[in-house]
């Protein structure tokens, strides 16, 4: 018999690996599942994560510099202890390359990694090389640090919390289909001049995300520890479901709440989208989705960076986006699938 891996899609695949394994040292306090396993050091938690980049999948050399593939390589690792509210610590970078790349070319890339370690404090401290048929291969590993009573995880999210999130969302996704359009134009037409004016915002979104590591240091300004917490790499949508999945609750999302810089919501109109679905569906945002509980409405509601987007519900309301007109609709992950034809 042969399954199409297309009709369990990426999550259920995950949750198909995992369903059997046994965690067998005590140490191990969140195995698959979060943004970061969890792991026991003594003193420390100590937090790790991994994520694989593929070109012709996860991007593409025609519109992205290789010095930029670099940076956002090691950004989206440490998106993920920042959104377990840990300090990332050290890296370590696999890649497999084809003989298409230069080493100048593979230099370009290590500078972006670099600056991005240099930035956020990380040391590089190994890796592994391989040449490769085609293309390249990036696989970046992170090791991060927080105390245990620190760590923030998808799970906790409680009944009548508040539902927030950092900057504006969708932005990395209208920098995608600009980027998308513009190499289009070019194939069509290789005298043609790129046309990205009015545009670098969403450009730089996608070229250029960063991490929130700076929502960490306002949490403890504030003195709040969000009740649960998950970074926005494959769009709301997917990520509030991870929430209310791992917390077993239900939400609702008020659309109009969702904070969408004009730039995109220009451009989703030129291509007939509805902007929500452009920070639904779209990913790579790398702002953080986070829930509070009530009690902490005063601290954080004239925050600049936050923005309250819903509540979390019991579990039996289900996971909601509320229209304008007040017309509830069941959220799905459209950002999900990678073995569909998005990813
Ligand atoms: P993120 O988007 O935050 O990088 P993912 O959605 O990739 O997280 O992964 C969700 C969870 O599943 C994580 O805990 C991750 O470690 C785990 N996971 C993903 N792929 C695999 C795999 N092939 N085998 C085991 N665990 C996996
Ligand atoms: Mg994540």
Redesign the pocket.
Known sequence: MRTELSTVG??GL?EL??KDIKLKHPGTLKG????A?VIDTGNKMLLL???LLLEGIHFDLTYMPLRHLGYKAAVVNIS?IV?MNGTPKQMTVSIAVSNRFSLEAIEELYQGIRLACNKYNIDLVGGDTSSNVTGLFISITITGEADKDEIVYRSGAKEGDLLCVTGDLGGAYAGLLILEREKQAFKANPNMQPELTGYEYVIGRQLKPEPRIDILNLFRELKILPTSM??I??GLASEALHICHQSNTGCNIYEEKIPIDDQTRKLALEFNIAPSIFSLSGGEDYELLFTVRQTDYDKIRNVPDFTIIGHITASGDGQNLITPEGQKIRLTAQGWDAFNERH
């Open positions: 990426e999550f995950i690996l995992s698959i599942g979060d943004d396993a994560s991994t994520d993920d959104a998950i970074d790499s494959d």
